[in-house]
C-alpha cells in the first residue's frame, strides 16, 4: 500500500502520553507539515503557536479544562508534553476551514508520534488568558482559535480503526 494511504488509514486520537519531550527535530518536522496544508486561494490565514513550556501549557490545559466544564484534575490534552495551537485569520473567507486542514496528524503518524485534535480553541483564545499569550508573542489582528494538536509520545497501544459505515460514499457517474 502507498506509504501515504498508509498513514491516512492507521492514525489514530491518542488520548495517553508520555511525559517525555518529543526531540526538536521531532517537532519541526511537524510543525513544517502543518504550514503546508492546504488553504483557500493559498492565503495562508493560519498560524501556529507551539507550547513546550511545561508552565504555560499546563495553564492551558487548566483554561482548556474549564471552558469544557471538565472535572477538576482532568487533563483535556492527555498529559501530552507538546501542544500545538493553530489560529487562522477571520479576515480571510476560508479562515475557519484553513485552520482545519493543517496536516499536522498525518505527520506525527509518518514519525511514530500520537496526536489528538482538541477543540475549545476558540473559547480559550477569547478569553483573557488567551488574548495575553497573543500579546506576548506580539501577534496582531483578527485572529481566531480553531483547535488544538496534543503530540507526544503514546504511552497505549494504538486503537482499531472503528468499521467504516454503510451508505459512507455515493458516486454520481
Not at 486520537?13 to 511525559?19: N, T
Not at 501530552?80 to 498525518?106: E, F, H, Q, R, W
Request: glycine residues 8%; aromatic residues 10%.
Amino acid at each position: 500500500m502507498n506509504e501515504t494511504l498508509k498513514v491516512l488509514k492507521e492514525r489514530r486520537s491518542c488520548r495517553k502520553f508520555k511525559e517525555d519531550m518529543i526531540t526538536n527535530e521531532e517537532l519541526e518536522s511537524v510543525l513544517e507539515a502543518g504550514t503546508y496544508a492546504p488553504t483557500g486561494n493559498g492565503k495562508q490565514s493560519p498560524i501556529i503557536i507551539a507550547i513546550t513550556n511545561k508552565k504555560i501549557r499546563d495553564e492551558l490545559s487548566l483554561e482548556n479544562r474549564k471552558v469544557g466544564n471538565m472535572p477538576e484534575g482532568f487533563d483535556p490534552f492527555y498529559n501530552a508534553p507538546v501542544i500545538l495551537a493553530v489560529l487562522a485569520d477571520k479576515s480571510v473567507k476560508t479562515y475557519l476551514y484553513d485552520g482545519s486542514l493543517v496536516n499536522m496528524l498525518n505527520a506525527c503518524e509518518s514519525l511514530g508520534l500520537g496526536s489528538i485534535w482538541i477543540h475549545r480553541a476558540k473559547e480559550v483564545f477569547e478569553k483573557e488568558f488567551g488574548k495575553s499569550i497573543l500579546k506576548d508573542l506580539n501577534i496582531t489582528g483578527d485572529y481566531e482559535g480553531i483547535g488544538f494538536c496534543a503530540i507526544g509520545y503514546m504511552d497505549c497501544e494504538k486503537s482499531s480503526p472503528a468499521p467504516r459505515k454503510e451508505n459512507y460514499i455515493y458516486y454520481i457517474k
